[in-house]
């Protein structure tokens, strides 16, 4: 079967390097998406192991349509027999880009009365609607004229792990930071720190990969689960696989933040969701972190200039720059931002750049190599500067 995985703008090629992992053929790389073959085997590995998806998706039917008629009778064509009954319940999730249809509720009604109409002409009765747990979700895709309509596997996205127990006032997404934690390299066997970890969305992602642990492993429920030919014990025998892979990670994983109200929200998620074992968390602001051991990778995603008047941004940005520079030899270190000026003034070279997007703001996440004695090479072997020169 053909299947579609959703992520992030800038993930793609993470996600498709862990499909070809798990053993998917035929990846394509598309815009946000990433498609492969797959047999229900990897349908239920895909939902259970990848980082970096947010949804997986079994497109069944194409078709163009520019009004509400043409809609309809094309959705009432499409045999839905194969996967709903007329006792069943369904949902549909609709996602518009066009000019020919402006309101994508309005897309959603056309498509649910279609599919039920055509149970009710064969039977006499109709699906019913469930927008929790509904036997199948049919995701409608609507790019101008043209429509793609799918089987959604996942139910929830898959970025809701299980271990965001508590809000905080701006967290980062579970799938944004597990695709940078897998952009930086980490894999377990280096230090790793968090200096402004927040709630801890970037502690608890690299954890997870230290870890070996499946990013959905606490998962209770997908929605391929509800499907008509859910086969329970294959899931059991995928599931079973992924638990004893977990093991112990080889290095300390560390998070810190100047917010005591932050770091008892991570202390709480780690807890929870029983990895806390594995980190180390403590309350101090970014200037007083010292890294703990030697090469490691630290991620950071400091404020933006969102809510921060502009002379504390630089203030914050220069003192990262600083604060790398003097404590931090031998690490790699990671920053992303969507203030592409504050990321001038930590005033390192970068070594890698790449554009992401945290909600609707464009980032730039960007990799210093913080090289041990690079600072006094470069001093003893630069050249005499003159006035003339300037």
């Known amino acids: 079967m053909k299947l579609v ?4 703008h800038g993930l793609e090629q993470v996600l498709a390097g862990e499909l070809e992992a798990l053993g998917a053929t035929n990846i394509n790389v598309l815009k946000r998406a990433v498609s492969f073959d797959a047999n229900k085997e990897l349908l239920y590995r895909s939902n259970l192991q990848l980082r970096t998806a947010i949804r997986i998706l079994q497109p069944l039917t194409t078709f163009k349509a520019r009004n509400d008629e043409e809609l309809y009778r094309a959705v009432k064509a499409y045999d839905w027999s194969p996967y709903l009954r007329d006792d069943q319940t369904l949902a549909i999730d609709p996602v518009v880009f066009s000019r020919f249809f402006t309101h994508s509720k309005y897309v959603a009604l056309k498509v649910k009365d279609a599919i039920c109409d055509q149970f009710r002409d064969k039977s006499g009765k109709r699906p019913s609607v469930d927008l929790q747990r509904p036997n199948l979700m049919i995701n409608v895709h609507v790019a101008e004229d043209q429509f793609t309509l799918s089987m959604d596997s996942s139910g929830q996205p898959l970025n809701r792990r299980g271990y ?31 200096p402004m970890c927040g709630s801890g ?3 608890m992602e690299a954890t997870m990969i230290a870890a070996r642990m499946a990013p959905n492993l606490k998962r209770k429920e997908f929605g391929f689960m509800r499907w008509n030919n859910y086969d329970e014990s294959l899931w059991k025998k995928i599931f079973d696989e992924a638990q004893a892979q977990v093991r112990t990670p080889p290095q300390r994983i560390n998070g810190s933040d100047m917010a ?7 202390r709480h998620s780690a807890l929870d969701f029983g990895l806390k074992q594995y980190i180390d968390f403590e309350v101090a602001p970014f200037n007083e972190v010292l890294p703990k051991g030697k090469n490691g990778i630290a991620i950071m995603n400091p404020p933006y200039d969102e809510r921060m008047k502009s002379k504390d941004i630089v203030m914050l940005y220069t003192q ?5 520079k003097q404590r931090f030899s031998g ?5 992303i931002s969507s203030n592409f ?6 005033s390192l070279k970068p070594a890698e750049r790449h554009t992401l997007f945290n909600g609707s703001l464009e980032c730039r996440f960007q990799k210093f190599d913080l090289y041990e004695g690079t600072k006094k090479r470069r001093v003893r072997n630069a050249p005499d500067h003159h006035p003339s020169q300037s």
């Open 331 to 335: 690490w790699n270190a990671w920053v």
């Open 260 to 266: 005591l109200s932050a770091i008892d929200v991570s």
């Open 341 to 346: 000026e504050a990321l001038k003034v930590i």
């Open 320 to 324: 990262i720059g600083d604060q790398l």
């Open 5 to 8: 995985a959703k992520t992030f």
């Open 201 to 203: 969305t970037i502690v």
């Open 164 to 194: 965001r127990t508590k809000e905080h006032p701006a967290p980062i997404n579970e799938v944004l930071a597990a695709g940078m934690v897998m952009l930086s390299g980490y894999d377990g066997s280096q230090p790793f720190l968090d």
